[in-house]
């Protein structure tokens, strides 16, 4: 009982991991969080490219010119 006790408390946070896992696919939630990680990649991509026009514009030239 000892070793099993041992196992749960080095073990908790993956245990508390795969549960949640498994809740995340049984309620379809994943596609809503693949939706908010989607979302916030492109607003920090847009708010990169807004606060750093010229650089950018430079780097997607020479990326062309290379083409």
């Not at 994943?30 to 989607?38: G, K």
Request: aromatic share 12%; glycine share 6%; with cysteine.
């Amino acid at each position: 009982m000892d070793s099993f006790k041992d196992f749960l408390n080095q073990y908790k946070g993956a245990i508390i991991g795969i549960i949640i896992a498994i809740l995340i696919l049984c309620t379809r939630l994943y596609n809503l969080i693949i939706a908010l990680v989607v979302l916030f990649i492109g607003a920090v991509i847009g708010n990169y490219v807004q606060n750093n026009k010229y650089e950018v514009k430079e780097k997607i030239k020479n990326f062309i010119d290379r083409l």
